[in-house]
């Protein structure tokens, strides 16, 4: 399998990974009765709340196979229950958006969600959500996206693209969606079919299968020996 990563991205944005905690982090029953108070105040958990705290439900996007990001949370879940006393149950909705959704639901059905940049925006934006924690990749807080096309498709430039077809993550991925479509769109560049795959690593194989010319996902730069440690290492790695 050769891969030819024929651009990558220029523009270079940070990679937040938010906890998202709010009131809602209590058993189902305190959340129904607390977000049907009239004076429900979100920026307010009392004590009393806090203490019917039983289950925190973390959610996750679906950036990649669902099944490897469950079988990865697990150990997470594991130990922020021995930190923290509570029990963590993990969840993967079937898109970014379903994520952001459970966050503001009423009553909430996420508790918490680990996002990726403009999907914290969007939930920001529209629920109030904020940020507690950010992570790195590989030692890194900021990241690049990156355009892939298969070595012998005779794609080399973005110029290429245009007229080609496309696939990305999810709309609401800034490395492999939000970004490189706004460098497409700056520099006029229209690809005759754009499409969501379901994921990074979805990405990577429509373009190998030749179901796809380009697609757009995350990049990190190589390990030292040199193997990708971006989207293409999910799919090296099945």
Known sequence: MRWHGAVAVAATFVLVFGLFVGVSGCGSKTREQISDRPDHNSNDVSASVENAIDTVRMYFVPSGDVGKILTNADPL???????????????????????????????????????????????????????????????????????????????????????????????????????????????????????????HGAVVLAVYSGRADVGCAYYSPPGEDGAPRDARKDVRDQ
């Open 77 to 199: 879940a594991k130990a922020l229950e021995q930190m923290t006393g509570y029990k963590f149950e993990t969840a993967c909705p079937p898109s970014y958006a379903a994520v952001i959704e459970a966050l503001g639901a009423k009553p909430p059905k996420a508790d918490m969600a680990w996002l990726p940049t403009f999907a914290y925006v969007m939930a920001h934006d529209k629920y109030g959500v904020e940020v507690a924690l950010q992570i790195g990749r590989y030692g890194e807080v900021e990241y690049k996206g990156m355009f892939i096309a298969r070595a012998d498709s005779g794609i080399n430039s973005l110029e290429d693209i245009q007229g080609k077809t496309l696939v990305y993550p999810d709309a609401a991925s800034t490395s492999g969606f939000v970004y490189p479509m706004a460098q497409l769109a700056a520099l006029g560049i229209e690809p005759a079919k754009t499409a969501p795959a379901g994921g």
